[in-house]
C-alpha cells in the first residue's frame, strides 16, 4: 500500500465517524484546506511569497484529490492565502470544501482507508477505516513522543491536529503537552523549515479567522 498523504491522513484523524464535520467544526474545514496547501508546497507545486499562492507547476497525477484547490489557485493566481480560505471554508453554499472531502474521501475509498457511505440528500460520506487512522496516530507517536527521524508531513500533521482540537482524541493530556512543546522546539530550529513557517502561517490565518468571525 503506497504512502497515505497528509491530506489523507488529516482527514482520518479529524473525521468523525459519522464521516462528516458537524456544523460547529469549522477550524477542522479550514485544518483539511491548510493540508492540503502544505502537501503542494512540499511537493513544489505552489509556492507562498508575500503571503500569496502561485502555481509553479502541473498538478501530479497522485495529487488529483486535491484539484479542486490547485484549480482555484490557478485561476485566481497569485491568490493571498485568506482568500483561498474563504473560498473553501466560509461561503454559504461550502461547495469548494464539500468537492475537496468529497476528492480527499474518494481517494481514501479506493484504496481502502475509508468506507463510502450514502448521506443526506444523496451526498457522500467517508467512514475513516481504524486501523489507518490508528497507523497516523502511531506515526505521530513514534517520530514526535520517541525518538525516530523527523519528517514534514508528521510534523505538520501533529500542528493542524492541534489547531483543529483533535490531539485530545488520540493522546493523554501529558502527550499533548509533549507534541506542543515539541512543536515550539521546532519552529525555533532551522530543521523542517518549511513546516516550520506554515505552523506559524497557520496560526496567523486562525488570527485572521477569530477577527473575520468577530
Known amino acids: 500500500m503506497a504512502p ?3 491530506t489523507q491522513e488529516y482527514f482520518l484523524c479529524s473525521i468523525g465517524q459519522k464521516g462528516k464535520y458537524s456544523s460547529m467544526d469549522m477550524e477542522k474545514g479550514v485544518c483539511l484546506v491548510a493540508a492540503g496547501l502544505l502537501e503542494l508546497l512540499m511537493e513544489d507545486v505552489i509556492v507562498l511569497h508575500d503571503g500569496k499562492f502561485t ?3 502541473a498538478l501530479p497525477a497522485d495529487r488529483q484529490p486535491l484539484a479542486v484547490l490547485y484549480a482555484y489557485i490557478q485561476s485566481k493566481q497569485p ?6 480560505l474563504e473560498a473553501f471554508s466560509f461561503t454559504l453554499t461550502d461547495k469548494n470544501l464539500r468537492a475537496l472531502m468529497q476528492g480527499v474521501g474518494e481517494s481514501l475509498a ?17 467512514l475513516p477505516d481504524p486501523a489507518e487512522k490508528d497507523r497516523a496516530v502511531q506515526r505521530i507517536r513514534a517520530e514526535l513522543l520517541e525518538d525516530g527521524p523527523l519528517t514534514d508531513d508528521v510534523v505538520a500533521l501533529t500542528a ?7 490531539l485530545k482524541r488520540y493522546f493523554s493530556p501529558y502527550e499533548k503537552k509533549a507534541l506542543k512543546d515539541r512543536l515550539k522546539e521546532i519552529k525555533n530550529t532551522t530543521e523542517n523549515q518549511l513546516v516550520s513557517q506554515m505552523v506559524e502561517y497557520i496560526e496567523l490565518l486562525f488570527s485572521m479567522i477569530v477577527i473575520a468571525a468577530s
Not at 79 to 84: F, G, L, P, Q, R
Not at 110 to 126: D, E, P, Q, S, W
Open 110 to 126: 479506493r484504496t481502502g482507508g475509508a468506507k463510502k457511505a450514502r448521506g443526506l440528500f444523496g451526498g457522500a460520506r467517508y
Open 55 to 57: 502555481c509553479i507547476a
Open 4 to 6: 497515505r498523504t497528509l
Open 79 to 84: 491568490v493571498k492565502a485568506e482568500k483561498v
Open 160 to 166: 493542524l491536529l492541534h489547531k483543529s482540537g483533535d
